[in-house]
């Protein structure tokens, strides 16, 4: 089974604070080989991108106003073109990326699909939040992780357990994947 992952806009060779935590420079041949073949990058310039695509790092995000054609914004410009490209006949789907760009690939999904987002919070006072910086280092630790142990069974993401963060099966469920960060005190 092929599980197939997508980020916010970048490379490998990007230096965002995600790929900073998945620590590609370190990884093993087959970690790479992994990553080459499960990791897909949503970019809003260049659509759909594998780890070892060369591009040159930019700053478009998918909500900018850009008309092409008779398009109005990125997103109708790339229609369901996203979504079609990181498919694959597991029907698996691992969403490891922002709203802005996750909606590109799920008003495009079917019943055949399953598609799992991944959420990274913490306890502050009596609600959980996603602080955005630790969550974005938890995605690049999350990939790593995948690379590391070659999952190819959503449920071994569950063993996830690095960065303080652990999973939280009561706020889990088969679409979503809840793991929270252990503040210490």
Known sequence: MDLYHFLTPAVLSYDGIAFQYMAQSVFEDSQFEYVQNHLRIISAFCGVLKPRDGVTPYRLEMQAKVGIGETKNLYEYWGDLLYRSVIDNSRVIINLASKEYSKCIEKYLTQQ???ITITFCELSG????????YAKM???EMVRFMAENSIENPEDIKKFDRLGYSFWSDLSSDTE?????KIEQ
């Open 113 to 115: 699909d399953r598609y």
């Open 126 to 133: 009596d609600k959980l939040v996603t602080k955005g910086t």
């Open 138 to 140: 938890a995605h690049g």
């Open 177 to 181: 994947y809840v793991f929270e960060r």
